[in-house]
């Protein structure tokens, strides 16, 4: 089935690095994204990792992807204020009819001062 | 600059009674999507279109129609909202199918 699924809220301090994971199912995603959503705001790609990587870097985003748990999680270092988000876990299914996105629930990051 | 516009951004309406919510991208994109984000269920896709003149369903497609007639629009319809259609809306746009997507600011509806 097509299911991903998240942890709902994570709080951190300042400073802290933050670790936000994801679990899905299908194992034909071809592409695996992280989207952050501010308040009232629409979803800003954050980092992406092709389905065949282990790992991504990209400044303070770190994208670890096991493919054999289906675990992918991200990783922000040195967490700020401005990194208070909701940040959703996707993946990339192809399908006859194209490729499908599908999202989890979102995980709401609290960063504290 | 580019973006993907969606207009109004918040809209209360009664039961019935016929809107749409319009969305439009400057980037020449193919690719456009209508989603819907609820609470605990995050985002789910109601309507795409390949190209001009195509469109498919999503996976929650019961109540709305959309049309693709120029490249740059994609409008969502609601011939008779229900309550159930409340919801926050957003509309995205990408290069082709599978390539990245761009998401506009959202359309928070109320329907009563």
């Known amino acids: 089935g097509e299911d991903v699924e998240q942890s709902l809220f994570l709080s951190v301090r300042e400073g802290d690095s933050s670790v936000i994971n994801c679990t899905y199912t299908?194992?034909?995603?071809?592409?695996l994204y992280w989207y952050k959503q501010e308040p009232g705001a629409g979803l800003q790609l954050l980092t992406y990792?092709?389905?065949?990587?282990d790992m991504k870097q990209d400044q303070r985003l770190t994208v670890l992807l096991n493919k054999k748990d289906k675990h992918l999680s991200l990783r922000i270092a040195d967490t700020q204020t401005g990194d208070s988000a909701i940040y959703f876990c996707?993946?990339?299914?192809?399908?006859?009819?194209?490729?499908?996105?599908?999202f989890g629930a979102g995980t709401i990051l609290r960063v504290k001062s | 600059e580019a973006q993907v516009t969606q207009n109004p951004r918040y809209l209360i309406t009664v039961t019935g009674k016929k809107l749409t919510v319009t969305c439009s991208q400057n980037?020449?994109?193919?690719?456009m999507s209508w989603y819907r984000q609820d609470p605990g269920l995050g985002l789910r896709q109601i309507y795409y279109s390949m190209n001009v003149e195509v469109t498919d369903k999503g996976d929650v497609p019961e109540g709305y129609k959309v049309s693709r007639k120029e490249k740059r629009n994609f409008p969502l319809i609601l011939e008779s909202p229900s309550p159930n259609q409340t919801s926050l809306y957003f509309c995205?746009?990408?290069?082709?199918?599978?390539?990245?997507?761009?998401f506009g600011p959202g359309t928070r509806l109320t329907v009563t």
């Open positions: 990792i092709f389905s065949n990587m």
């Open positions: 996707a993946e990339s299914l192809l399908r006859e009819y194209g490729n499908k996105l599908v």
């Open positions: 299908d194992s034909s995603s071809t592409y």
């Open positions: 980037m020449n994109h193919e690719y």
């Open positions: 995205a746009s990408s290069l082709r199918d599978g390539y990245e997507q761009y």
